[in-house]
């Protein structure tokens, strides 16, 4: 069974604070994915990362950052967080590059910034 | 880039009734077009998927239709019952080289009434 695990399910931040949402996954996958998910607007993607120290943006990158340094692992940073970036942030992985599959996600991070 | 375009925002049907959500893409090239479901408090799960060199797919009580010149697709569930409230995300992909992420559609709220 693929596992796709978000280190916080909740976190509460100040604004001007420096956030790390962590994820790993324990398949082996290439892909992986940071989206975030807000009423009405559905799941938008922020980067993605298809290999170790590689990534690429996705629709709504301003104000975020990312790392991959082990293939499990990526992570997504913000580093100064603001009132806006208050929403749930989800994790997803997926198998082969240049492919199309199924994604993975995990349970989520719900993040409020104050 | 892709832009989906996803109707209705909330569906209500009365159990047994049938359920259909409509998807529209504006990419051409896209050519894989996955469905999620998320209950309630819990992550995105993929039900079904459809490629572009195919017309229609079924999966016991759903199933999805492509009309790759009208550029939508659409998801048809049967014989609903109150399991399959949830809220319903239709996606698009273009596979053609390198790993990009699904651009997802505002989501469909399902909702099954007794």
């Known amino acids: 069974d693929v596992k796709v695990t978000q280190s916080s399910r909740y976190l509460v931040k100040r604004t001007g604070e420096k956030v790390f949402l962590e994820c790993v996954q324990d398949m082996d996958h290439e892909n992986m994915f940071w989206y975030r998910q807000d009423p009405g607007l559905g799941l938008r993607l922020i980067y993605f990362s298809y290999d170790v120290k590689m990534k690429e943006k996705g629709d709504i990158p301003e104000g975020y950052s990312v790392s991959r340094e082990k293939k499990e692992r990526f992570s997504l940073i913000l580093e100064s967080a603001s009132t806006n970036q208050t929403s749930m942030y989800l994790c997803?992985?997926?198998?082969?590059?240049?492919?199309?599959?199924?994604?993975?996600f995990g349970e989520g991070s719900r993040l409020t910034v104050l | 880039g892709e832009n989906v375009e996803q109707h209705p925002s909330t569906l209500s049907v009365q159990e047994g009734d049938s359920a259909v959500i409509k998807c529209t893409y504006s990419?051409?090239?896209?050519?894989?077009f996955p469905w999620y479901k998320q209950e309630l408090g819990k992550r995105p799960q993929l039900i079904i998927d459809i490629r572009s060199n195919v017309g229609e797919k079924k999966d016991q009580r759903i199933a999805v239709t492509l009309n790759k010149t009208a550029k939508h697709f659409s998801l048809h569930i049967t014989e609903t019952q109150p399991e399959d409230s949830a809220v319903y995300f239709c996606a698009a992909q273009y596979s053609g080289g390198g790993a990009d992420g699904l651009t997802f559609g505002k989501g469909t709220h399902l909702i099954i009434q007794p």
């Open positions: 997803a992985s997926s198998f082969l590059t240049g492919s199309t599959g199924e994604l993975f």
């Open positions: 990419d051409s090239a896209s050519n894989y």
